[in-house]
């Protein structure tokens, strides 16, 4: 396989980080749902995830991937900050969207305003993503490699 472009690289890890932290939420959340057809909706979107993750991961194969460190919780910890980058991600998106079609003077400068906030919440999220070592945006390599030994965490899982 060729090496990937510098943007397939990036777009790939921006995928697999996504899928990693969904599969997480719904191996997690599995056992509170109580509806059965949910449940199997459930069940169809693990199996998805899953298998999605296992083809993402063959384009990584130019790194090597050894065994993570961390223990359950420290990956459960991992994922809860991301969660929260996560959510920073989709509103900052959503604030920006929200000002190109506002019309009006005060809620524009107030979408503006949680705009600001959203986005300076999301630095202080990546910065300590980032000193806890999950996040080297400044090492590609690195930062693939996490993402892939997240990855086989995750998908090793059992719900």
């Not at 690289?9 to 996504?18: C, D, K, M, R």
């Not at 459960?76 to 969660?83: C, G, L, Y």
């Amino acid at each position: 396989m060729r090496t990937l472009a510098w943007h397939e690289t990036l777009e790939l890890h921006e995928i697999v980080a996504t899928t990693t932290y969904y599969l997480f939420k719904l191996k997690t959340n599995i056992k509170n749902i109580t509806d059965s057809g949910l449940k199997e909706l459930y069940k169809t979107s693990i199996t998805l995830f899953e298998n999605n993750l296992r083809d993402l991961l063959k384009f990584m194969s130019n790194i090597t991937i050894g065994e993570r460190d961390a223990a359950s919780d420290k990956l459960a910890s991992e994922m809860s900050a991301e969660d929260l980058l996560s959510a920073t991600k989709v509103l900052t998106k959503m604030y920006a969207h929200a000002l190109t079609e506002t019309a009006t003077p005060d809620l524009n400068n107030l979408f503006i305003k949680h705009l600001v906030s959203v986005n300076n919440l999301h630095t202080q999220i990546f910065s300590y993503l980032s000193k806890q070592g999950q996040y080297s945006v400044f090492n590609i390599n690195k930062l693939i490699e996490n993402d892939a030994k997240k990855a086989m965490d995750v998908l090793k899982m059992p719900y």
